[in-house]
C-alpha cells in the first residue's frame, strides 16, 4: 500500500517560534489533509488540500499542496503553548472506485514556553 | 453537540473476554471507518463501511467484528482479547468516500487496556 514518510518525528520549539513539518509519497495523492491530535482526544482536521499547488492558511498555520502531488508542508507561525500536540499529515486517493486514506507517522511537538 | 462520540472512553478488561465499542455520529455522513492508534501513535484503519456496507476490512484478525445497524453507528466487537489488543480505538466518519476526497472526522477514542 501507500506509504508517507513524515517528518520530523519530533520538535522542541521556543515559544514564539515558527514550525515547519512535512510528507512525502512515493505516489500520487488527490487530497492532502493535516490534522492534530491532543492527548486524550482524536486527530481535528486543521487543513484540507485538494489542489497540486494549492496554499492555504488556517490562522496561524499554512499548509501547501505539492505540484507533485507527492508531497505537502505544514507550516506554524508563531507557536504558543497550546500548539503542543502529535500533527498527522494524511493522504487520500480515489479513482476508479477506490478510496484509500494514510496517515504518517505524525510529528511531536513541543513548545517551550 | 458531539459530532463523533464513542462509549466507552475507557475500557478495561482481562485477557480473554469478549467486548463491544459503539459509535455513533450525527454529522449525516454515509461512511464510518474504525482505526487502531497504538503505543507509537501510528494509526490504522482496520474497517469501512458505506451507508452500513462492508467497503474496507484490512488485514485485521476474524476476532474482531463490525456491525453497522445504520448508516449513523457502527460498532466493533471484539472476541477473546488478547494482550495485543491493547490501544487506542478511534471512530470516524465522512460524507460516502466513493463521492470524492472528502477528509474524516474523528471521535475522542476508546482506551483499551488488556490486563
Known amino acids: 500500500g501507500q506509504q508517507l514518510n513524515q517528518s520530523p518525528q519530533s520538535m522542541f520549539i521556543q515559544e514564539g517560534e515558527d514550525v515547519s513539518m512535512n510528507c512525502t509519497s512515493s505516489?500520487?495523492?488527490?487530497?492532502w489533509l493535516w490534522y492534530k491530535q491532543d492527548p486524550g482526544e482524536g486527530p481535528v482536521l486543521l487543513i484540507a488540500?485538494?489542489?497540486?499547488?494549492e496554499l492555504t492558511s488556517n490562522g496561524r498555520l499554512t499548509a501547501q499542496f505539492g505540484i507533485t502531488r507527492k508531497d505537502s508542508f505544514l507550516n506554524i507561525s508563531a507557536s504558543i503553548p497550546s500548539d503542543v500536540g502529535i500533527y498527522f499529515c494524511?493522504?487520500?486517493?480515489?479513482?476508479?472506485?477506490?478510496?484509500?486514506?494514510?496517515f504518517g507517522k505524525g510529528t511531536k511537538l513541543s513548545v517551550i514556553p | 453537540d458531539t459530532a463523533v462520540s464513542q462509549t466507552p472512553k475507557y475500557l478495561v478488561t482481562q485477557m480473554g473476554n469478549d467486548k463491544s465499542i459503539k459509535c455513533e455520529q450525527n454529522?449525516?455522513?454515509?461512511?464510518m471507518y474504525w482505526y487502531k492508534q497504538d503505543s507509537k501513535k501510528f494509526l490504522k484503519i482496520m474497517f469501512s463501511?458505506?451507508?452500513?456496507?462492508?467497503?474496507i476490512n484490512e488485514t485485521v484478525p476474524n476476532r474482531f467484528s463490525p456491525k453497522s445497524p445504520d448508516k449513523a453507528h457502527l460498532n466493533l466487537h471484539i472476541n477473546s482479547l488478547e494482550l495485543g489488543d491493547s490501544a487506542v480505538y478511534f471512530c470516524?466518519?465522512?460524507?460516502?468516500?466513493?463521492?470524492?476526497?472528502?477528509?474524516?472526522?474523528f471521535g475522542d477514542g476508546t482506551r483499551l487496556s488488556i490486563l
Open positions: 470516524a466518519s465522512s460524507p460516502w468516500a466513493g463521492a470524492g476526497n472528502q477528509p474524516q472526522h
Open positions: 505516489s500520487i495523492f488527490n487530497t
Open positions: 488540500l485538494y489542489k497540486a499547488g
Open positions: 494524511a493522504g487520500i486517493y480515489s479513482g476508479a472506485g477506490s478510496y484509500q486514506l494514510t
Open positions: 454529522l449525516g455522513h454515509d461512511t
Open positions: 463501511y458505506n451507508n452500513k456496507e462492508l467497503i
